[in-house]
């Protein structure tokens, strides 16, 4: 599901939030994204070091990715996104600066996790921008 394809990744997550909090966030992202009828695979992230629910959302067009951006950094408050283009290479879209290129989506075994800040959980895998 990750290599070669549009997709964001993204969170409902805020550090600064309760984690009963967050839980509703991310219920309420899901359901959205249900509603707009796009796939996404619910998973775990770590952001920060802090560990959050996260959503790997695909999708085609730029007007989807210009609705996904407005859902996460507007309507769920995130400091960024990060996208994936056909091409493979990853961008951190910010909610105020420039856009960041961060290279591409690594997969590392699980156990590899305490050496990374920012990653995603796919079942035994994570990934990270290289």
């Known amino acids: 599901m990750i290599n070669r394809q549009r997709l964001v ?4 997550a805020k550090s600064e939030l309760l984690p009963v909090e967050n839980f509703k966030r991310s219920n309420t992202l899901e359901d959205l994204l249900k509603w707009k009828n796009l796939k996404y695979k619910r998973t775990k992230g770590v952001f920060n070091g802090k560990e959050e629910i996260s959503f790997i959302v695909l999708f085609n067009t730029n007007e989807e990715l210009d609705d996904l951006t407005r859902l996460f950094l507007a309507r769920f408050d995130q400091d960024c996104i990060i996208e994936q283009t ?12 420039k856009v960041t290129s961060l290279g ?17 959980i796919m079942g035994s895998e994570i990934y990270v921008t290289k």
Do not use: H, Q, W
Request: aromatic letters at 12%.
């Open 9 to 12: 990744i993204g969170s409902a």
């Open 104 to 120: 591409k989506l690594k997969s590392y075994a699980a156990n590899k996790a305490n050496e990374f800040d920012n990653y995603t």
């Open 86 to 97: 056909v091409s493979g290479e990853c961008y951190m879209l910010p909610r105020s600066g």
